[in-house]
């Protein structure tokens, strides 16, 4: 099993630019996070997905949309990048029904937006 | 959601035990403690995850007092590779996700 991937792994965009920001998992979870993460700072919840077709907006949303086409796909979208949205991105899944809270991370995409 | 108060940094040398302190004053009687690690340019792992007493595998044990207001992770013996930052994350089954918090960096030194 792969896990949780994420494409690409870094992007440079220019101010106004748009881009997407894929994450896949093969471990058939239904919970899918996408969170961001500011040098020295801890992680913050972007928008998540309970299952496939849902979305809900976590703690940041605005400037990003998500779409929940299919269960193991988590695409995260940035319309128009502003500066404010370099960061690293992660990806998370989590299982549901096993009792377990365990959240399995990607690698994490480097987002630079000048 | 319940939040989360943990110190911003500890310092150990390497073969000690290190036990980080969470509080959660507000828990809710469904909420589960979870703790993760997090290594420089990397996702987060999941390390241990409790509701009550005292819970232990591989790699550490998650104390839990009777009223659930606090948490300890306990590592055992730490090594330099136990240098990390450490989350703790409280919060129930339902649909409503765990927030991270700043977390506790671990600085190990030989």
């Known amino acids: 099993n792969a896990g949780v991937t994420q494409t690409p792994k870094f992007r440079v965009l220019k101010t106004g630019q748009s881009m997407t920001l894929l994450c896949a998992q093969d471990m058939n979870h239904e919970y899918m996070y996408w969170y961001r993460q500011d040098p020295g700072m801890g992680l913050r919840l972007i928008h998540y997905?309970?299952?496939?077709?849902?979305?809900a907006k976590g703690e940041v949303p605005d400037g990003y949309n998500v779409s929940r086409l299919k269960k193991q796909n988590f695409l995260l979208g940035l319309e128009s990048a502003a500066p404010s949205q370099t960061s690293v991105y992660f990806c998370?899944?989590?299982?549901?029904?096993?009792?377990?809270?365990?959240?399995?991370f990607g690698p994490g995409t480097r987002l630079t937006v000048t | 959601l319940a939040k989360t108060t943990q110190p911003i940094s500890m310092d150990s040398y390497e073969g000690q035990e290190v036990n980080i302190t969470c509080s959660h004053n507000?828990?809710?009687?469904?909420?589960?403690i979870t703790w993760y690690q997090q290594f420089p340019s990397q996702g987060p792992r999941f390390i241990i995850q409790?509701?009550?007493t005292k819970v232990t595998n591989e790699v550490a044990s998650l104390f839990i007092p009777a009223d659930r207001k606090s948490s300890t992770l306990s590592l055992p013996r730490v090594s330099l590779s136990d240098t990390a930052v450490y989350y703790c994350l409280v919060g129930d089954s339902g649909n409503t996700p765990l927030v991270f918090g700043k977390g506790t960096r671990l600085s190990v030194i030989a």
């Open positions: 507000n828990i809710a009687t469904n909420d589960y």
């Open positions: 997905s309970v299952g496939e077709g849902t979305t």
């Open positions: 409790g509701y009550k």
């Open positions: 998370a899944s989590r299982a549901t029904g096993t009792g377990s809270y365990e959240q399995y």
